[in-house]
Nanobody, 127 residues
Framework: QVQLVESGGGLVQAGGSLRLSCAASGRTFGGYGMGWFRQAPGKEREFVAAISWLLGRTYYAHSVKGRFTISRDNALDTLYLQMNSLKPEDTAVYYC????????????????????WGQGTQVTVSS
C-alpha cells in the first residue's frame, strides 16, 4: 500500500493561490489513480479533483472547476493541486488519496473508491 504525505497548505487571502503537493512512499505512483478531497469543519468530506493513471484523465468538482488544476509527476511520485482564485469557502483540510486503478471511466470517483489516504493539510482562506 502506498503511503501519502501532503504539504503546501497555509493561510492565504481570498483571491490568492496555493499549491498543494502529495508525495508517495512505499510504492511508486505507477498504476495508481490519485485524488484530492477536502473536509471543512462540521461538514462531510467532499471530492475536489482526481487524475487517472491511464491517459491522465482529470475530474473536477463543479465548485472548483476553472480555478483548481490537478496534475501528477510520475517520475517524482508526486501529485499536485494548483489552487487559484481561492475563496473563503475553500477553507478545509485537504487530503490526498490513491487507488490502484487505471481509470474511473466517465464518472468522477468518490471517497469510497480510494484505499490509501494522507494525513491532510490545512488550507485557510481569509476574506
Amino acid at each position: 500500500q502506498v503511503q501519502l504525505v501532503e504539504s503546501g497548505g497555509g493561510l492565504v487571502q481570498a483571491g490568492g493561490s496555493l499549491r498543494l503537493s502529495c508525495a508517495a512512499s512505499g510504492r511508486t505512483f505507477g498504476g495508481y489513480g490519485m485524488g484530492w478531497f477536502r473536509q471543512a469543519p462540521g461538514k462531510e468530506r467532499e471530492f475536489v479533483a482526481a487524475i487517472s493513471w491511464l491517459l491522465g484523465r482529470t475530474y473536477y468538482a463543479h465548485s472548483v472547476k476553472g480555478r483548481f488544476t490537478i496534475s501528477r509527476d510520475n517520475a517524482l511520485d508526486t501529485l499536485y493541486l494548483q489552487m487559484n482564485s481561492l475563496k473563503p469557502e475553500d477553507t478545509a483540510v485537504y487530503y490526498c488519496a490513491a487507488e490502484r486503478t487505471a481509470s474511473w471511466g466517465a464518472v468522477a470517483p468518490s471517497g469510497a473508491d480510494f484505499g490509501s489516504w494522507g494525513q491532510g493539510t490545512q488550507v485557510t482562506v481569509s476574506s
